[in-house]
Antibody
Framework: EVQLVESGGGLVQPGRSMKLSCAAS????????MAWVCQAPKKGLEWVAT????????YYRDSVKGRFTISRDNAKSTLYLQMDSLRSEDTATYYC??????????WGQGVMVTVSS | EIVLTQSPTTMTASPGEKVTITCRAS?????MHWYQQKPGASPKPWIY???KLASGVPDRFSGSGSGTSYSLTINNMEAEDAATYYC??????????FGGGTKLELK
């Protein structure tokens, strides 16, 4: 059974950093691109970032370029999202998702990130 | 950048009713994916590559479309279908984009 379990969320002050992790199991992690998708409270879904299965490329939405870094450790089957210079508008639930040919076929339960002083 | 516009944004349907949700792209795209989300839950993959049903999706659901216009249809609405539905596509250089969502409520 495919499982994606996020961790690392919480309350953080504006301008500070936070790192999210996603532990994957039930599939061959290094065969798949992985991504983060977020959802602000009572809002819609937004793609945040994607990383290729072999770490050969990373892609970001414009609003997080230069502030967020997506990475992975294939030996540990773990995906990460390093979020720096956080802003109030980054407040959202962040989902770890598996990308199967540009389609998000498995989603984690989500982790809440609140940016507030 | 490709923008996906869903309509309607909110709708109600009675049990047994036929429901159609539309997703329009600002430029032509090759296919559309759809997700279902219920309150307090993660989104679920629902329809992929325009018309293929994800595992476990009832066959009263269908997807169609091409170019800039895509739709998700429910034949014979059931109570469990009440949810928010999002369309999604991938395109270079816009990358992955979602529609704003359509909230479907039971009448």
């Amino acid at each position: 059974e495919v499982q994606l379990v996020e961790s690392g969320g919480g309350l953080v002050q504006p301008g500070r950093s936070m790192k999210l992790s996603c532990a994957a199991s039930g599939f061959t992690f290094n065969n798949y691109d992985m991504a983060w998708v977020c959802q602000a409270p009572k809002k819609g879904l937004e793609w945040v970032a994607t990383i290729n299965y072999d770490d050969s490329g990373t892609y970001y939405r414009d609003s997080v370029k230069g502030r967020f870094t997506i990475s992975r450790d294939n030996a540990k089957s773990t995906l990460y999202l390093q979020m720096d210079s956080l802003r109030s508008e980054d407040t959202a639930t962040y989902y770890c998702v598996r990308d199967d040919s540009y389609y998000f076929d498995y989603w984690g339960q989500g982790v809440m990130v609140t940016v507030s002083s | 950048e490709i923008v996906l516009t869903q309509s309607p944004t909110t709708m109600t349907a009675s049990p047994g009713e036929k429901v159609t949700i539309t997703c329009r792209a600002s430029s032509s795209v090759s296919y559309m994916h759809w997700y279902q989300q219920k309150p307090g839950a993660s989104p679920k993959p629902w329809i992929y590559e325009t018309s293929k049903l994800a595992s476990g999706v009832p066959d009263r659901f269908s997807g169609s479309g091409s170019g800039t216009s895509y739709s998700l249809t429910i034949n014979n609405m059931e109570a469990e279908d009440a949810a928010t539905y999002y369309c999604q596509q991938w395109n270079y250089p816009s990358m992955w984009t979602f529609g704003g969502g359509t909230k479907l409520e039971l009448k």
